[in-house]
């Protein structure tokens, strides 16, 4: 069976959504970020801050490509993966893709809760959020819309709805 790979904006829910199809199909999970910090044995944030963006996102793309090279995974990226070289086609080469698309008003509602630590996002000024969110979208949606399935914000729904919403698009 193809991997299955979650794609959208950071706190998008694919994280989320990934578990749930995951458990639902009896695949084995990966989130992306847990990978790499599995692997380097360093935080996303430490390593963005030691190293640099550039340097993450190396390190991304190769876990990124080993786990395309297995099987029967569900895998959520980070929000920047598909963006980088030629990933996004590498996951649809390799993946059913599904892009997780929230709208910008969500994404900065998730974004500002003191419980997420994003790196590469402000913090403490919403306006400078609200910039972020819109600028990063515009620029990564032309890369997520590539995705072979796209699930819109109000179809997600509750853990149920999605159980079911999987089973309806079967993407199995």
């Known amino acids: 069976m193809k991997n299955i790979v979650f794609v959208g904006f950071p ?8 578990r749930i199809l995951a458990a639902q199909q009896h695949l084995s999970f990966v989130d992306l970020d847990d990978a790499i910090e599995e692997h380097y044995h360093i935080t996303i944030p430490q390593l963005i801050q030691k190293y640099g963006e550039f340097a993450f996102r190396r390190c991304e793309q190769s876990r990124l490509r080993e ?34 698309k929230i709208s910008e008003e969500t994404l900065v509602g998730r974004l500002k809760s003191p419980y997420r630590e994003r790196p590469l996002a402000p ?5 400078a959020l609200r910039r972020y969110v819109h600028e990063t979208l515009s620029q990564r949606a032309p890369f997520y819309e590539q995705a072979h399935i796209t699930i819109m914000e109000n179809q997600l729904g509750d853990k149920e709805g999605m159980v079911d919403l999987f089973a309806k698009l079967h993407i199995y």
């Open 11 to 18: 706190c998008a829910g694919k994280t989320t959504a990934g």
């Open 67 to 100: 786990l395309l090279s297995q099987h029967n995974l569900v895998i959520a990226t980070g929000g920047g993966a598909p963006c980088f070289e030629d990933a996004m086609q590498r996951i649809n080469e390799n993946a059913t893709s599904i892009y997780l």
């Open 123 to 127: 913090q403490d000024d919403e306006d």
